[in-house]
């Protein structure tokens, strides 16, 4: 990844009197504009979406179904359990609308987790739903302990989106062997079927020694994305060589990056994700690649909330990660992002709900 000067760590927010179609012109200063992609120019917000009394709602990942409406794949997790009860009591839930702007209505549980003995026994989470050579993909994470070091990523396949739904006995992809960057997990998935035919996985993993290292510290462990390649879609998927294919490491500061999606559109691989301080912990960022392995320095894609002019009461002490937006999610119509699903604590719930924006 080529260097780049040391950026601010922290975002200045835009005062509510800079109107949205304000900031569309003039980004906030704290970031030069050439700092922000071209896709960030275009977002609107449009607002909540599946706010649930007594669930904490991450992941939402969207699709249109073959009726016009639109299908979310959502995780969510009894909120007793805090906001880290994703680790260790997450479903995998499916809710309907007749437009992306909702409302949104609970259809199933799609994945539970099945308890002893299984490989997703305690979570399910990051659902990623895509339509593939005319059956649906549920790709997702699962763990077997309720901690980060069993996290695998698997993939459930259906006729319908209503199901029913095939469950995978071994997860889709493993960790690397002991000391290699991948060693502690495979989660976060991103998918997309390439030209060529294959199918091509790309998932966040990092290395244990280096998260063990980093207890107490806000940030553990350094967090890369690789590929894993396959002729056929259940796989076997297979390593690419030149993994990790996005790292931020040789930024120093511990600089990372999550949540990636991954879409082709212009005859090139586009990926959105959420920074990890690379610009600061709030933004979201955008890279492309004409391969798919050899990807562009990020720009930023996306703000906290405040700078959409979105008014939230103050902070909860129990949410320390207020105002921003994670796990974003496209909403593609013939291959085009449409909409943006994106994560963000808070909501009428009080713990976190989707927070949609559209493209104009």
Request: net charge positive; glycine share 10%; hydrophobic share 35%.
């Amino acid at each position: 990844m080529p260097t780049r000067r040391t950026f601010l760590s922290t975002l200045a927010l835009a005062p509510l009197a800079r109107a949205w179609a304000g900031f569309a012109a003039a980004p906030p200063s704290a970031y030069p504009r050439r700092d922000f992609a071209k896709i960030s120019r275009h977002l609107r917000p449009v607002g909540r979406a599946l706010e649930l009394p007594g669930y904490y709602v991450w992941c939402s990942s969207p699709i249109y179904g073959p009726d016009g409406r639109v299908h979310v794949f959502f995780s969510r997790w009894d909120a007793k359990k805090g906001m880290g009860g994703w680790l260790n009591g997450s479903e995998i839930v499916r809710a309907v609308a007749d437009r992306p702007e909702g409302p949104f209505a609970v259809q199933e549980t799609v994945l539970a987790p099945r308890g002893p003995g299984y490989w997703d026994a305690t979570t399910c989470h990051n659902p990623s739903i895509q339509l593939v050579d005319g059956q649906y993909c549920l790709f997702f994470m699962g763990n077997s302990n309720g901690k980060t070091d069993t996290k695998r990523i698997g993939l459930a396949t259906a006729p319908t989106l209503e199901g029913p739904w095939t469950r995978p006995d071994q997860p889709l992809l493993l960790p690397g062997p002991a000391g290699a960057w991948d060693d502690h997990c495979t989660t976060n998935p991103a998918f997309i079927k390439h030209p060529n035919g294959q199918y091509w996985l790309y998932y966040k993993s990092w290395n244990t020694a280096e998260y063990e290292a980093a207890k107490g510290q806000a940030i553990r462990g350094n967090r890369k994305y690789g590929l894993a390649v396959a002729e056929h879609l259940g796989g076997p998927y297979v390593k690419y060589a030149g993994n990790p294919v996005i790292d931020f490491s040789g930024q120093g500061q511990n600089k990372q990056f999550e949540d990636a999606f991954v879409w082709r559109q212009h005859d090139k691989f586009n990926l959105l994700a959420r920074d990890m301080g690379v610009y600061s912990q709030d933004v979201g960022l955008y890279l492309e690649s004409a391969d798919g392995k050899a990807w562009s320095f990020p720009k930023i894609a996306f703000l906290p909330l405040a700078n959409y002019g979105v008014q939230q009461p103050p902070a909860p002490s129990n949410l320390k990660r207020y105002g921003r937006l994670e796990r974003p999610q496209l909403l593609l119509r013939n291959g085009h992002p449409e909409y943006l699903f994106c994560a963000s604590q808070g909501g009428a719930a009080g713990t976190a709900s989707a927070f949609v924006l559209r493209f104009s």
